[in-house]
């Protein structure tokens, strides 16, 4: 082997993972995922797209070895294949928003059409959740609070939170949270 083919050999692996990840619908999978391993069908439902697209998606994935799955009858679930690739895909999205304009003026514009909604930083909602002006609520389905969430949220998953938004404080904030800034449940 040459030194050029061993080049060109060892790039092809490290450009597999970038097509892998070349992705929106795989890139989302991969951000969901960071959350906690996932059914497929917990995913499609989460990522809003069927069964059979999603499948797709995570078999690139667990080619490019980001994902590993386990089957449990006729159920399989995946994982991310390690934290370096719940690393890879923060790294990405950062790199994304300090160089890419565009996303930053996408995320204005979904804010701005959505009048009531304000997004708030982490030392701001801190101050305020330490002076109690506000009441935190968790919109992630429950699976996803109970393995993780901000000490003091109330849980009230968005399939819920019609019904329940009466148990709320009328006469203070509220402050709901997801996933992360680009979740939009």
Same mark, same amino acid.
């Given at each position: 082997?040459?030194?050029r083919?061993?080049?060109?050999?060892?790039?092809? @692996?490290?450009a597999?993972?970038?097509?892998?990840?070349? /992705?929106?619908?795989?890139?989302?999978?991969?951000?969901?995922?960071?959350?906690?391993?996932?059914?497929?069908?917990?995913?499609?439902?989460?990522?809003?797209?069927?069964?059979? $697209? $999603?499948?797709?998606?995570? @078999?690139?994935?667990?080619?490019?070895?980001?994902?590993?799955?386990?089957? /449990?009858?006729?159920?399989? $679930?995946?994982?991310?294949?390690?934290?370096?690739?719940?690393?890879?895909?923060?790294?990405?999205?950062?790199? &994304?928003?300090?160089?890419?304009?565009?996303v930053?003026?996408? $995320?204005? #514009?979904f804010?701005?059409?959505r009048?009531?909604m304000?997004?708030l930083?982490?030392a701001?909602l801190v101050?305020?959740?330490?002076?109690?002006?506000?009441?935190?609520?968790?919109v992630?389905?429950?699976?996803?609070y109970?393995? =993780?969430?901000?000490?003091? &949220? #109330? /849980?009230?998953?968005?399939?819920?939170?019609?019904? #329940?938004?009466? /148990?709320?404080?009328?006469?203070?904030?509220?402050?709901?949270?997801?996933? =992360?800034?680009?979740?939009?449940?």
């Amino acid at each position: 082997m040459t030194n050029r083919d061993f080049k060109d050999a060892v790039y092809e @692996q490290f450009a597999s993972i970038g097509k892998a990840l070349g /992705s929106p619908a795989r890139l989302e999978l991969v951000d969901v995922l960071t959350q906690g391993p996932r059914t497929v069908e917990v995913l499609a439902g989460q990522v809003g797209r069927s069964i059979a $697209t $999603t499948s797709h998606h995570l @078999q690139v994935l667990l080619r490019a070895r980001l994902v590993e799955r386990e089957r /449990s009858g006729t159920y399989v $679930t995946y994982r991310l294949a390690g934290d370096d690739v719940a690393s890879l895909f923060r790294t990405t999205r950062s790199v &994304a928003e300090r160089h890419l304009a565009e996303v930053e003026r996408v $995320t204005r #514009l979904f804010l701005e059409s959505r009048e009531s909604m304000e997004p708030l930083d982490a030392a701001s909602l801190v101050d305020r959740l330490m002076d109690d002006s506000v009441t935190l609520v968790d919109v992630r389905p429950a699976e996803e609070y109970e393995e =993780g969430h901000i000490p003091g &949220a #109330l /849980s009230l998953p968005l399939e819920q939170l019609e019904e #329940l938004m009466g /148990s709320l404080p009328r006469d203070g904030e509220i402050v709901a949270y997801c996933r =992360g800034r680009y979740c939009v449940l």
